[in-house]
C-alpha cells in the first residue's frame, strides 16, 4: 500500500515543487512559441542567410540531449562568467529545445497555406513580413494546433530536467522527500500523480481541439 502520511506530511514541499514546475512550464512555453515561430519563418524565407540560420538552429538542437543543453546553461556559461540560477539555466534550455520542434510544426503548417495567398497578398502592396504574420501565420497555426499542443504536453514532462540542476521543480523537491523520509517508491508517485494533474488537463484539451477543428474541415 502507497503511504498516503508522505504526502501528507510533505505536502508544502511538494506544493512548492508543482508551483515552480508549473511557472518553468509556461515560460518555456511562451519562449519556445516565439523562437519557434521566428525560426519557421527564418526556415521559409527566401533569404539565404535566414534560412541557413532558421535550417542550422532545427538540425543541431533537435539533434542533441536536453540534458546538454541545460548543462551548458548551467555549468558551461559560468566558465564565461554569467552563473545562472538552476531554475532559470533549466527553463531557457527547455524553451531553446522546444522551440525546435515548434519550428518544424509551424513550418510545415506554413507550407500547408496555399501558395496562391502568398503572390496574392505580395501583389496587393503588402510586404513579406506583413503577409507571413497578418495572412499566412494564423492560418498555419491553426492548422498545427494539435502537434503544437503535443509538443507543449513534452515540455511539461521534460521539465523534470530542471532537478538535475537543482531547478526547485517538482523532482528536485521529490528528491528532497525521498532523502528526509528514506521513502523512494511512494515519494515518486506522488510526483509522477502531480505531473498527470498538469498533463492530462493539457492532453484532455489538444484532444478537443483536435476533433474541433476536424468538424470544421
Known amino acids: 500500500m502507497i503511504d498516503l502520511s508522505i504526502l501528507i506530511n510533505n505536502l508544502d514541499t511538494y506544493l512548492e515543487g508543482f508551483k515552480n514546475t508549473v511557472l518553468s512550464s509556461i515560460i518555456a512555453l511562451i519562449g519556445s512559441f516565439i523562437l519557434g515561430v521566428i525560426?519557421?519563418?527564418?526556415?521559409?524565407?527566401?533569404?539565404?542567410?535566414l534560412n541557413w540560420i532558421g535550417t542550422a538552429y532545427v538540425e543541431f538542437i533537435r539533434n542533441i540531449p536536453l540534458l546538454i543543453i541545460t548543462f551548458f546553461f548551467f555549468i558551461g556559461l559560468p566558465a564565461l562568467g554569467l552563473t545562472l540560477s538552476g531554475f532559470v539555466a533549466g527553463t531557457i534550455a527547455l524553451a531553446?529545445?522546444?522551440?525546435?520542434?515548434?519550428?518544424?510544426?509551424?513550418?510545415?503548417?506554413?507550407q500547408s497555406v496555399p501558395k496562391g495567398q502568398m503572390?496574392?497578398?505580395?501583389?496587393?502592396?503588402?510586404t513579406y513580413l506583413q503577409t507571413m504574420t497578418?495572412?499566412?501565420?494564423?492560418?498555419?497555426?491553426?492548422?498545427?494546433i494539435p502537434p503544437i499542443g503535443?509538443?507543449?504536453?513534452?515540455?511539461v514532462k521534460n521539465s523534470s530536467i530542471l532537478g538535475i540542476v537543482?531547478?526547485?521543480?517538482?523532482?528536485?523537491?521529490?528528491d528532497i522527500v525521498s532523502?528526509?523520509?528514506f521513502v523512494t517508491f511512494d515519494v515518486y508517485i506522488f510526483v509522477a500523480l502531480f505531473y498527470l494533474v498538469l498533463t492530462i488537463p493539457l492532453s484532455l484539451g489538444v484532444g478537443y481541439l483536435e476533433k474541433r477543428l476536424a468538424r470544421n474541415h
Open 150 to 155: 503535443n509538443q507543449f504536453i513534452n515540455l
Open 166 to 174: 537543482a531547478g526547485l521543480d517538482l523532482m528536485y523537491f521529490g
Open 96 to 110: 531553446i529545445y522546444t522551440a525546435s520542434f515548434i519550428a518544424e510544426a509551424i513550418r510545415a503548417g506554413i
Open 119 to 126: 503572390e496574392a497578398a505580395r501583389s496587393s502592396g503588402l
Open 134 to 144: 497578418k495572412i499566412i501565420l494564423p492560418q498555419a497555426i491553426k492548422i498545427v
Open 39 to 49: 525560426i519557421a519563418i527564418f526556415r521559409i524565407s527566401p533569404l539565404k542567410p
Open 179 to 181: 532523502s528526509t523520509t
